[in-house]
């Protein structure tokens, strides 16, 4: 079965420093990731997804994540935290095996919180 | 352009009783994904519709839920009779294509508490 991990409930982090937010996947074939963030009282925002190519991913507000096959991983990232960052966040893969169908399947998400 | 809208944003209900939720998908976007949070958990898939067929839904909790969109337009998701353990936030998204590699846009989630 498909699944996605985020092992961390929360992440604190100061602001200024660098963040990660974890994400481990396990897919049968090919893996589309993607992340998403919650602000409160807001919808799901995307942030940024790996399809193919290169394995480092530039999405929305600076972020970035790194697609590691070998260890089934897909990490969110971030050079210098801000406290706007402080929200919810998703990683989610799609599920290929039913290719005519889009459903994501989330991990249950992690809270950052960015302290000044 | 407008995003996913849901209504309502909130709802209370008592066990046995009956909630629509409303999902309002991007105009043109011909996919449309029912979600739902229960209790700090994962999102989990409910059902996708392609215009108005319904494409999957292999994440149909029970037949107390039904699922419709007349018109390929809006959708709206019955829970009929509510249970307690229907409490969650519901989420809508949509996109413009069924395809593998795009992403799709959420609505901003309905909480609904069943008492």
């Known amino acids: 079965a498909q699944s996605v991990a985020q092992p961390e409930d929360q992440v604190n982090v100061a602001e200024g420093n660098p963040l990660t937010v974890k994400c481990t996947y396990s897919v049968s074939g090919n893996p589309y990731l993607f992340w998403y963030v919650q602000y409160p009282n807001r919808g799901l925002q995307f942030l940024l997804k790996?399809?193919?190519?290169?394995?480092l991913v530039k999405g929305s507000y600076g972020f970035e994540a790194e697609f590691n096959k070998s260890q089934t991983s897909f990490h969110l990232k971030k050079p210098s935290a801000l406290v706007s960052d402080s929200a919810l966040y998703f990683c989610?893969?799609?599920?290929?095996?039913?290719?005519?169908?889009?459903?994501?399947?989330f991990g249950q998400g992690t809270t950052l919180q960015v302290k000044p | 352009e407008a995003g996913v809208t849901q209504f309502p944003s909130h709802s209370v209900i008592e066990k046995g009783q009956t909630v629509t939720l409303r999902c309002d998908p991007i105009?043109?976007?011909?996919?449309l994904y029912w979600y739902r949070r229960v209790m700090g958990k994962e999102i989990k898939f409910l059902l996708h519709f392609v215009k108005e067929s319904k494409q999957d839904e292999s994440g149909m909790p029970n037949n107390r839920f039904l699922a419709e969109r007349t018109g390929g337009t809006y959708s709206t998701l019955k829970v009929q009779p509510a249970e307690l353990e229907d409490s969650g936030v519901y989420f809508c998204a949509s996109s413009l294509r069924d395809s593998r590699f795009n992403e799709q846009f959420f609505g901003p989630g309905t909480r609904l508490t069943v008492l």
């Open positions: 989610a893969v799609r599920d290929i095996i039913s290719s005519n169908t889009g459903k994501l399947i």
């Open positions: 105009s043109g976007h011909d996919n």
């Open positions: 790996y399809i193919t190519g290169d394995n």
